[in-house]
């Protein structure tokens, strides 16, 4: 069963726009969190932002912050101010359980393209 | 090291033979994970080390693929008998307790 699901498989945003990326989860642990990632076309994943279920507070990292909707299974990425630099595919990912380690399920991803 | 090292960057193999790819996690990081990314889609997990042991090796696709890591460190990747569906992205991350998840540039595979 899909755990994580992205259903924008493309996003088009004006440069200096907000733009907001969303994601759906599903588990039945209540212990979990929640991960974004940036893929350039270089390749390289980089980690953006993380949220676990029981943090009260939505997650802020800079330009980007974490729409967290517990009660909707939904962990939406916002990117404020956007630059032509955040033109790249975008992950979702959920880890389940208390411990810090064990793997991480990823969506299909979104390929945001910011416009000048 | 700084980050996590995979190698080789670039590998084309012949369908049939069998390849290794390996990785070297960032020193001190207990935990190693094996993914795998065909072109334009997701990651999709292959096996998880946690130190010398592999608590989840759901993800190995077939008998074909196999991993170990040694000395808590390097892991090493086996493809046997490769076809052509394997031609993909196999990237592998490390991570330590209460830190986030590091990831390497990834070996590209090609099989012809």
């Known amino acids: 069963a899909q755990k994580i699901t992205q259903t924008q498989p493309g996003m088009f945003v004006q440069e200096k726009e907000a733009v907001t990326l969303d994601c759906t989860y599903d588990t039945s642990d209540p212990s979990y969190g929640l991960f974004w990632y940036k893929q350039p076309s270089s390749g390289e994943m980089i980690f953006l932002i993380y949220?676990?279920?029981?943090?009260?507070q939505n997650a802020t990292e800079g330009r980007y912050s974490l729409n967290f909707q517990k009660a909707r299974k939904s962990a939406n990425l916002v990117i404020s101010a956007s630059q032509l630099g955040d033109s790249a595919m975008y992950f979702c990912a959920m880890r389940e359980g208390l411990t810090s380690y064990g793997k991480l399920t990823f969506g299909q991803g979104t390929i945001l393209t910011v416009h000048p | 090291g700084a980050g996590v090292s995979q190698s080789p960057s670039n590998k084309v193999t012949e369908k049939g033979k069998d390849v290794e790819l390996r990785c070297d996690p960032i020193s001190g990081h207990t935990a190693l994970y094996w993914y795998r990314q065909s072109l334009g889609q997701g990651l999709e997990f292959l096996i998880y080390f946690q130190g010398n042991s592999a608590p989840d090796k759901s993800g190995l696709p077939s008998d074909r693929f196999s991993a170990e890591r040694t000395g808590g460190s390097v892991s090493t990747l086996t493809i046997q008998r490769t076809q052509q569906e394997d031609s993909a992205v196999y990237l592998c991350a490390s991570s330590t307790q209460g830190g986030g998840y590091t990831f390497g540039s990834g070996t590209r595979l090609t099989v012809v």
């Open positions: 949220q676990g279920s029981y943090d009260q």
